[in-house]
């Protein structure tokens, strides 16, 4: 087999790889957990003032 087609092929993979973990997560995890987590990142943001020399 050619190298080109290889990695066509190989690339195709990935994809195909990718895009059913994309799917099957937003499937798997709530939104409301999502928003939840990001909601709670905001909240322990450091203080970007205090780092500043």
């Given at each position: 087999?050619?190298?080109?087609?290889?990695l066509?092929?190989?690339?195709?993979g990935?994809?195909?790889?990718?895009?059913?973990?994309?799917?099957?997560?937003?499937?798997i995890?709530?939104?409301?957990?999502?928003?939840?987590?990001?909601?709670?990142?905001?909240?322990?943001?450091?203080?970007?003032q205090?780092?500043?020399?």
């Amino acid at each position: 087999m050619k190298p080109a087609a290889r990695l066509a092929i190989y690339g195709a993979g990935l994809v195909v790889a990718f895009g059913a973990a994309y799917g099957l997560a937003g499937l798997i995890v709530p939104a409301d957990f999502v928003a939840d987590w990001i909601a709670s990142g905001n909240a322990h943001e450091p203080d970007q003032q205090a780092h500043q020399n």
